[in-house]
């Protein structure tokens, strides 16, 4: 891994705070990770949000092999979670996505679940006190349901769902009257299965429009994957789509993330191919959707990952990387700020990384799953002003993050905390492990600006 900035120091404990110094720039304290969860059940999404209007946040869970979408209480706001209380259950039904979202706009947070031997796409309504309904289920067709994605699509104000299907494509569904009450599922016209969907204005005509990825049959268990990255205009930002648009073939597309990556004011791409473990970046050329070729940001085997966040402060966003192969998240600084370069238009790979790993400081989860074991995604939503210095080990299966930014004075700079949650699963140690680390940081001012 390559080092960047030779002045980082590191020190790393299982047992203590490590801590990160960068002269002149910021330091960074990680707690230890601590366990929330552990059991013998694959752990396959999670998602991080308040559930029962205590103010902390709250952590649910799809269990893929015991057929559970389950969330755990935060108690005390100190990460002492109670228990899993069951959300939903469905013998064979195989959770393979949760997402929170206030979906009937009553304020606060109701849980939406994907299915993919069930076929289910299903939403539960929250009391507001942690307490969930039957759910409801928007389609019980969904073919191999994998991805969600929750956004206003036809511009009323409220949360439709998108679902991708593995054995069947792309539908919406519209939340007709605000209050959760949703359509029959409309399929798109650019039907094929795909495994991750988002959403994101990427022509820059105020709507949202439908970015989908999907692996080659090569290289599945089964030869339903066309190995594509494309998108899909909302032509009249009412939620009427077109036949949608290839980015790029790839061996294995497993998740896209929208994100200005190179501050231009449009919105880029940034995609991870995991069997030609590849980080790439599409830049947005014209603002309306018309993408350069593939810019190698990162080559990490077995890279399944990826989130967009500012993690060290300076207003642009970094990436934040999971591989199944070598069992870690890593964090790559975007160095184009920096470089006081507004963004490479370059339609070839860079010739060296354009975003740079830090180098490696690991507070252990305490686990025996090997880096073999059942890897799939790191996902989640951060503040833009929450910073990450270190990189977490031990086969991460999927993570979220959230940041509370803190107070800005002529001392300190920028100070915020932020908490992440990693899953591991493993299906050789027969466990699964749900930890948490809170992550203090404060961005130091430099001598020369004090």
Request: charged fraction near 20%; glycine fraction near 10%; aromatic fraction near 6%.
């Amino acid at each position: 891994m390559t080092v960047i900035d030779n002045a980082v120091e590191a020190q790393t404990s299982a047992h203590k705070r490590t801590v990160v110094q960068v002269p002149g720039r910021s330091l960074a304290i990680f707690d230890p990770l601590k366990v929330v969860y552990a059991s013998p059940l694959e752990l396959r999404s999670i998602d991080v949000g308040d559930l029962d209007g205590d103010g902390f946040p709250d952590v649910a869970v799809a269990f893929q092999l015991s057929d559970h979408v389950v969330w755990f209480r935060n108690a005390d706001g100190q990460g002492g979670f109670t228990t899993g209380t069951d959300i939903d259950t469905d013998a064979g039904g195989s959770p393979s996505n949760v997402k929170l979202a206030d979906v009937d706009g009553d304020g606060d947070l109701d849980v939406v679940s994907a299915w993919k031997t069930g076929d289910r796409v299903t939403w539960y309504e929250n009391d507001g006190e942690g307490t969930f309904a039957i759910g409801l289920d928007l389609s019980t067709t969904a073919d191999g349901a994998y991805g969600l994605a929750l956004a206003d699509l036809d511009g009323d104000d409220d949360l439709d769902v998108v679902s991708a299907s593995v054995w069947d494509g792309l539908a919406w569904y519209e939340n007709s009257d605000g209050n959760g009450v949703f359509s029959f599922g409309i399929s798109l016209e650019r039907g094929e299965p795909a495994k991750d969907v988002v959403t994101a204005d990427l022509d820059g005509d105020g709507d949202l429009d439908i970015i989908a990825a999907s692996y080659d049959g090569s290289h599945a268990s089964s030869n339903y994957y066309d190995g594509r990255i494309f998108w899909i205009e909302n032509t009249d930002g009412e939620g009427t789509f077109g036949e949608g648009e290839d980015i790029d073939s790839l061996d294995s597309a497993r998740i896209v993330v929208p994100v200005d990556l190179d501050n231009d004011g449009d919105v880029d791409l940034v995609a991870c191919d995991n069997v030609g473990g590849r980080v790439m970046w599409y830049e947005n050329t014209n603002g309306q959707g018309n993408f350069s070729a593939a810019i190698d940001i990162a080559i990490d085997s077995g890279v399944n990952m990826v989130i967009a966040v500012d993690l060290d402060g300076d207003d642009d966003f970094d990436l934040l990387t999971a591989s199944r192969d070598s069992g870690r998240v890593i964090w790559y600084e975007n160095l184009l700020a920096e470089d006081g370069d507004s963004g490479a238009t370059s339609t070839t790979p860079a010739p060296l990384p354009i975003l740079a790993p830090t180098p490696s400081m690991a507070p252990t989860l305490a686990t025996s799953a090997p880096p073999s074991s059942r890897a799939s995604p790191v996902t989640g939503t951060t503040s833009p002003s929450a910073p990450v210095e270190a990189e977490l080990t031990s086969a991460p299966v999927e993570a979220e993050a959230g940041a509370d930014t803190g107070s800005s004075d002529g001392n300190s700079g920028i100070s915020a905390t932020l908490e992440i949650f990693i899953g591991v699963a493993s299906t050789v140690a027969s466990a699964v492990i749900l930890g948490a680390a809170k992550i203090i940081f404060s961005r130091r001012q430099p001598a020369d600006a004090a």
